[in-house]
């Protein structure tokens, strides 16, 4: 078939075909068939074996290379829990019996607060560059169901981890949710969603975030957590809309920023009472509260909380918050008894700093009182143990955090954004311009008028900043030079009006002197944007990849060229997710036997022989492998 394909590719007929043609037409490798499975694995063994991990942000190899050691659950009684089969019993009944509205009533008639585990998503975005592949969740999963069999939800997509998981880990999104979601049958999943943006950077048609969310309910999510970066409420309503089509919990969110308690800032309480009320009219089921930064003190979450309870007693709340500062747990603790009906807590070893705080001292702090999450904590710090050893075999992304950072109240930069500019001002070796950086960080803020920060917003800030610091500008330079700088691209997307509108409006004159000739929308972006012709989408794709679904089709529309890079390097490595880690951040010491589950039933004994010397000539060396008692050999070039 790969002959066949190749005599008949337009290329090749024209005859404008050279010698890099098939290097350069991977989709041609896609048509070969599953039988070279092992042999594309070898491929990628080889060139780990010769170049070193190649995988982007990857600093030295992992500090843990060993076996990771699995759990044997028992519970508080000292019983040992059957975990060769997933719990069957949680929340997620509820929900498929009862619905949307069902779950709502369910979770208010419910006495204690709920724990949402982020560890799968938000955890690893805040700490591990979201680097977390799909094999180190599914191999935890079942363990997960029982012990966390009582929690509102797991939050384990969307985000960042939609992006990350095709751009840089080479694996497909969708076929990770269903792959958990067939162990984890009973516990909601949860996915981020970016409102009127779904799960890119900017705003997209609306009738893209409809087939978004539909597919995601397909395959999966239960639990939308739909948040606006702006709350502007007009794009968040699209993307509850898009929920409530599909048929998924809606948990409409707003934004907290700033410091309610601080009577000089501009989000007060009265900001935030205006902006629930807009979110219970769409009809949302849930009300989300989302702290990116951490900055929620324990006095303003009682206070909101509080406040948003005695006005909606039917309403369920449920509340996100990073412990960068270090008062996460007292701030939950503070939502559990103001009213809150669940909150957000990461499995111990992947918790606190720009993470969320951790589940253990959230639950020791509630156990046995009004507001007991229902949780066996016995049986989730034994899955600790397990995150523990895969933390260590993730070091290559951790940011080097050493502890928290109180000045979040000031510079307020959320978690994962936090973490990347901790780590990329350690890289260049200036603690200086790291307090640089998080001074400019306010200053940028201030100009772009005490804008809501978060994805994609708190980009804009950072851009702004991090152009602050390199070019020398103080605030009044760049009020002063407005006209003449060369702003990042996304701080005029934003003055644009690409991403909605900021309470309050844009600075002036500062949009206007800094967009010079480009346009201004004044509504919100998907009123400009034309539907996408999905259905030309499916069939360019089932042209070039010989195959498509309705989910590639979201991930295409959602970031056109990272799929396509994904789909490329996949023809040619195959699907690596199935590659233990240590084996896909490092190479295998010579001699060592390690086993590869192609597919169920499938498995690879590999063991690597030796590194050929390279040739002067050619620039490529030979990797020998043994694959279940066979030698194999594979060509690679030397990067080096
Ligand atoms: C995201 O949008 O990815 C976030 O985690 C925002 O907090
Ligand atoms: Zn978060």
């Known amino acids: 078939p790969f002959l066949i394909k190749l005599l008949t590719h337009p290329t090749f007929i024209e005859g404008t075909c050279w010698t890099t043609f098939i290097d350069d037409s991977p989709e041609l490798f896609a048509l070969i068939g599953s039988q070279n499975r092992a042999q594309k694995l070898l491929a990628y063994l080889g060139d780990l074996a010769v170049n070193g991990s190649q995988i982007k942000g990857q600093i030295g190899e992992p500090k843990f290379k060993g076996e990771i050691i699995k759990p044997e659950l028992y519970d508080s009684a000292g019983k040992k829990v059957d975990c060769s089969e997933s719990c069957q019993k949680g929340w997620r009944n509820i929900i498929q019996k009862e619905g949307p509205e069902g779950f709502a009533k369910a979770v208010r008639a419910n006495k204690g607060c709920l724990i949402m585990d982020t560890t799968w998503r938000d955890a690893h975005q805040s700490l591990l560059a979201t680097r977390v592949r799909t094999v180190d969740m599914l191999n935890i999963a079942r363990e997960t169901s029982h012990a966390y069999a009582n929690a509102w939800a797991l939050e384990c997509w969307g985000g960042a ?31 981020l969603l970016r409102g009127a943006n779904g799960v890119a950077y900017s705003s997209l048609p609306d009738n893209a975030i409809f087939h978004f969310c539909e597919q995601a309910k397909k395959n999966g999510v239960d639990i939308f957590r739909v948040f606006d970066a702006l709350n502007d409420v007009e794009q968040l309503e699209v993307g509850v809309k898009a929920v409530i089509k599909a048929g998924g919990v809606a948990e409409g969110t707003v934004c907290y920023s700033g410091d309610m308690l601080n009577p000089h800032k501009k989000y007060n309480l009265e900001y935030y009472m205006n902006v629930v009320d807009k979110i219970v009219k769409m009809g949302a089921h849930v009300l989300g509260i989302k702290d990116m930064a951490g900055v929620l003190k324990p006095r303003a979450a009682t206070m909101l909380i509080g406040a948003i309870r005695e006005k909606y007693p039917d309403l369920p709340i449920h509340v996100h918050t990073h412990d960068s500062a270090g008062t ?313």
């Open 161 to 191: 981890t939609f992006d990350v998981a095709m751009r840089f880990l080479y694996e497909d999104p969708w076929d990770r949710l269903r792959k958990m979601r067939k162990l984890v049958p009973n516990i909601p999943f949860q996915m």
């Open 328 to 640: 996460g747990v007292a701030s939950m603790i503070a939502c559990a008894q103001a009213g809150a009906d669940a909150v957000d807590t990461a499995i111990d070893s992947m918790s606190g700093m720009t993470s969320q705080p951790s589940v253990g001292a959230v639950l020791a702090s509630l156990e046995g009182g009004p507001h007991d999450p229902g949780l066996d904590g016995h049986l989730v710090r034994q899955l600790d143990s397990y995150w523990a050893q895969v933390r260590l075999m993730y070091s290559p992304f951790e940011a080097g955090l050493t502890g928290p950072d109180p000045e979040v109240y000031e510079h307020e930069i959320p978690g994962g954004q936090l973490t990347n500019l901790i780590f990329q001002a350690s890289q260049q070796g200036l603690g200086e311009q790291w307090a640089q950086t998080k001074k400019a960080y306010e200053q940028a803020n201030d100009l772009l008028g005490d804008i809501v920060k978060v994805t994609p917003t708190s980009k804009v800030v950072g851009d702004l900043a991090q152009f602050m610091v390199s070019n020398k500008l103080s605030y009044n330079d760049v009020l002063a030079k407005a006209d003449q700088l060369d702003f990042p691209s996304s701080v005029l997307e934003f003055f644009e009006g690409l991403m909605g509108q900021p309470y309050g409006g844009f600075p002036e004159p500062l949009r206007t002197q800094a967009l010079r000739d480009r346009r201004k929308m004044d509504k919100r972006p998907g009123l400009y944007l034309d539907p996408v012709d999905l259905v030309q989408v499916k069939k360019n794709l089932k042209e070039k990849w010989g195959d498509a679904t309705e989910c590639d089709v979201a991930s295409y529309v959602m970031y056109p060229k990272v799929f396509e890079d994904y789909k490329k390097w996949t023809a040619k490595y195959g699907d690596l997710s199935v590659l233990p880690t240590r084996y896909f951040l490092a190479r295998p010491e010579i001699g060592e036997e390690f086993h590869v589950e192609l597919e169920r039933g499938k498995v690879l004994i590999l063991k690597l022989l030796a590194v050929g010397p390279l040739s002067e000539q050619t620039g490529l060396r030979e990797v020998f492998y043994e694959m279940n008692g066979e030698g194999r050999t594979v060509t690679v070039e030397d990067k080096h």
